[in-house]
Each structure stands twice: as structure tokens, then as C-alpha cells.
């Protein structure tokens, strides 16, 4: 029985048109991962601290958003789509993830003392 509630759900998950991504979005998120690595790169690079390379780039994706989307709705067309500011805080936050897990866990070599 599980199976074949298994294979109707996997038949019926493409007929599903609300979990459609727009090109759009896409670009939305891939701008928020590129603003996010630059700002946490940056911002690591100064301070070899963690936590505030991981705010500051989230924020900074955040607010570029924002500002992207406030430009949008109240100048050029009068719509603001927090859907798109969900897309490139979202790829902020992926790549601020990213880069707080695998930056900083090298281990350090210890150097060995030669007396001759």
C-alpha cells in the first residue's frame, strides 16, 4: 500500500503549478549568493571573525534586496514583490551558510624544531 501511495503522490507532484520558480527569481537569488560571498569574503578577509561576516553579508544581500524592490515598486512600476526579496534573501542566506561551514576549519600545522 505504501508503495502505491508513494508512486500517486511522485504522478501528481508535476501537475502542482504553485511550485513553479520564475526566471526572475532565479536571477534574484543568484544576485543575493553573489552580493552575499563578496560581503562575507570581504568582511572575513578584515576581521577573521564568523559571525560578523555571516551578518554582514545576510544583511547586506537583505538590503539589497530591499532597496531593489523599493526602487521597483514605488518608482518604476508601483508593485512591490516580496517574493523577489525572498529570492535574493534566500540566496543570501544560502551562501552566508555555506561559507560560515567550511571557512576556518584548516588545521594548523605545528612546525618542528630542527636543533643542530
Excluded: C, P
Excluded at 7 to 33: E, M, Y
Excluded at 80 to 91: I, R
Aim: net charge positive; proline share 0%.
Amino acid at each position: 500500500m505504501k508503495i502505491i501511495i508513494t508512486i500517486f503522490a511522485l504522478a501528481f507532484i508535476n501537475l502542482s503549478s504553485a511550485q513553479v520558480i520564475s526566471d526572475d527569481d532565479k536571477l534574484h537569488f543568484a544576485a543575493g549568493a553573489l552580493i552575499s560571498g563578496t560581503t562575507y569574503a570581504i568582511v572575513y578577509s578584515k576581521t577573521k571573525n564568523k559571525k560578523k561576516a555571516f551578518w554582514y553579508s545576510l544583511g547586506a544581500s537583505a538590503l539589497v534586496g530591499l532597496a531593489k524592490e523599493v526602487y521597483d515598486g514605488y518608482i518604476i512600476s508601483g508593485r512591490f514583490d516580496t517574493g523577489e526579496l525572498a529570492a535574493t534573501t534566500t540566496g543570501g542566506l544560502f551562501v552566508s551558510t555555506s561559507f560560515s561551514i567550511f571557512t576556518g576549519k584548516r588545521k594548523k600545522k605545528q612546525k618542528i624544531a630542527f636543533n643542530y
